[in-house]
């Protein structure tokens, strides 16, 4: 799946790649529809509806990931109930050995991650990963979610590397699709990034259940 000697670069997406999405699912899903429900006195399905009507409406944009934005928009303090879940933040299995074997190597290690800098904050509070890049890129802070292709060329002007050695694993296809349009050669998804989920089956991307299956030095094989 993944042939090492041809990769420099290595961009790492942050929820629902290295740490498990069930933690985002649970907040944004259920969490907070039901806060929105008790501080605004309405059942909390009709809560439900109203804010995945709002928020779809933003999808793939840089306020759809930011915490600032959704704080201002439902009058509730989003990074303090998040704090109030951070005992769920957890990474995927295997991804601390994934992050130590391509430290141990020759290549690059960069996360790339549509999170907004506060949920970052909270999520490195309790497991904290960051000492195994060698940068760290938040796309609020390039101005353009990864879903565009500004995002990338920020990206090569901020820390250069070449698409054609570069791989990207990720869990939205909309941002691999992205990922491909600039031109990186190697893309990979994950078949289940909610480990509360099913698995996925209709991925348009090579996927992997878990990391050991392309670690660097071990033998290649394919998911199941």
Request: charge should be negative; aromatic fraction near 8%.
């Amino acid at each position: 799946m993944i042939n090492w000697d041809s990769i420099d670069t290595v961009l790492l997406d942050m929820d629902g790649t290295l740490l498990d999405l069930h933690f985002d699912n649970f907040f944004w899903m259920e969490h907070v529809p039901r806060e929105y429900a008790r501080r605004n006195n309405i059942p909390e399905q009709e809560a439900s509806e109203a804010l995945l009507a709002r928020i779809s409406d933003n999808t793939g944009t840089l306020d759809w990931y930011s915490l600032d934005y959704w704080t201002a928009q439902l009058d509730m303090d989003l990074p303090a109930l998040k704090r109030e879940l951070r005992h769920m933040v957890s990474l995927r299995p295997h991804a601390l050995d994934f992050l130590k074997a391509l430290r141990e190597g020759p290549r690059d290690v960069v996360m790339v991650t549509n999170a907004h800098r506060k949920t970052l904050d909270i999520k490195m509070e309790q497991v904290d990963i960051t000492d195994w890049f060698h940068r760290i890129v938040v796309s609020h802070e390039l101005r353009a979610p990864k879903e565009e292709q500004a995002f990338w060329h920020a990206l090569q002007a901020l820390h250069p590397f070449d698409p054609s050695r570069t791989l990207l694993i990720d869990d939205t296809e909309s941002v691999l699709d992205s990922a491909h349009t600039y031109g990186i050669a190697h893309l990979l998804t994950l078949l289940q990034p909610d480990s509360q989920r099913q698995k996925r089956i209709d991925t348009r991307f090579p996927g992997i259940h878990h990391f050991d299956e392309i670690m660097p030095g071990a033998p290649r094989r394919m998911a199941t």
